[in-house]
């Protein structure tokens, strides 16, 4: 990996990448996706995750299956909404309503933060470089929910391609990841 690049750079080149996907594609590999999760951790019941959900028109992958497989494991799920400025974590249930906000994303109605202590956050994101600097779409609330005193056990990205080039412009704010998990591979970035 010698090849650096800014991360408009980056964000133009995997949005054009993701885009080629045929929907089959993009559910083939997100199940390849959740059977690396599965593979990699061995999640219990009652265990907490706050999971992204998809805006299928970007091709992001499919969460919905995760969301399905952690509901019939009993595992508590929590999702992200964005409140002005902020992004809240609010947990789901299988009967629970949503609303398309104004950036297009599907949350829930309520806005009830859980403020709990969380076992994984999967997070969305168009790139990561080897060493879990992730290129989102540049909103920042990732970031910014990362660095609240929150207990976050692992940072996990999911994403249907492996780390190439690095990232020309890291600062200091970005809050690195604890892995990708990719259709082929885990990647730790907590182990040096």
């Known amino acids: 990996m010698n090849l650096s690049l800014t991360k408009k750079e ?6 054009e990448k993701r885009m080629a996907l045929s929907q089959d594609e993009v559910h083939f590999l997100s199940q390849k996706i959740l059977d690396q999760f599965i593979l990699q951790f061995n999640i219990i019941e009652n265990q907490k995750v706050n999971i992204f959900l998809s805006i299928e028109k970007l091709k992001e992958v499919n969460t919905q299956i995760f969301i399905d497989y952690f509901f019939e494991n009993k595992i508590r799920v929590f999702v992200p909404k964005i409140q002005g400025e902020n992004m809240i974590s609010v947990e ?18 309520s806005n009830i933060d859980a403020n709990v202590e969380l076992d994984y956050v ?19 609330f990732y970031d910014s929910f990362f660095s609240r005193d929150l207990k976050i056990h692992k940072k996990i990205a999911l994403n249907f391609f492996s780390p190439n080039e690095g990232i020309a412009d890291v600062f200091q704010k970005d809050v690195a ?16």
């Open 10 to 15: 980056l964000r133009t080149i995997y949005k």
């Open 92 to 109: 789901i249930f299988p009967n629970s309503e949503f609303e398309i906000n104004d950036w297009g994303i599907k949350e829930p109605i």
């Open 177 to 192: 990841l604890d892995g990708l998990i990719t259709p082929s591979e885990y990647i730790d970035f907590t182990v040096k």
């Open 122 to 140: 999967l997070t969305p994101l168009l790139y990561c470089d080897q060493f879990g600097n992730r290129v989102g779409y540049g909103k920042g």
